[in-house]
Nanobody, 122 residues
Framework: QVQLVESGGGLVQPGGSLRLSCAAS????????MGWFRQAPGKQRELCAS???????NYADSVKGRFTISRDNAKNTVYLQMSSLKPEDTAVYYC????????????????WGQGIQVTVSS
């Protein structure tokens, strides 16, 4: 079994910065893509950013130029550096690990973290 543990959320003023971390633990052979999604109250969960195992990145238009995603493959950890935060960035942020293999011959699986609150407010 794989667990994703997020950290780094909290309350920040508009214009401020936060860094989210998500560590995947368990008997992991490889992870294809890791990403961050977010869900604001009354809205659907949406992709913020994702990064593949060969460092190809993808960003939502709403966060381009403000958020940076990175990963440490040796630690099975993904980071989201968030800058110039806006009140509309307030949401629960979820870590996602897609294409997780416990061994080369096993089928890939998808996992989610429990979510972490980010609140941008003065």
């Amino acid at each position: 079994q794989v667990q994703l543990v997020e950290s780094g959320g909290g309350l920040v003023q508009p214009g401020g910065s936060l860094r989210l971390s998500c560590a995947a633990s368990g008997s992991i052979f490889s992870i294809h893509t890791m990403g961050w999604f977010r869900q604001a109250p009354g809205k659907q969960r949406e992709l913020c950013a994702s990064i593949s195992d060969d460092d190809n990145t993808n960003y939502a238009d709403s966060v381009k130029g403000r958020f940076t995603i990175s990963r440490d493959n040796a630690k099975n950890t993904v980071y989201l550096q968030m800058s110039s935060l806006k009140p509309e960035d307030t949401a629960v942020y979820y870590c996602n690990a897609n294409g997780v293999r416990m061994a080369r011959w096993l089928a890939p699986e998808n996992y989610w973290g429990q979510g972490i609150q980010v609140t941008v407010s003065s």
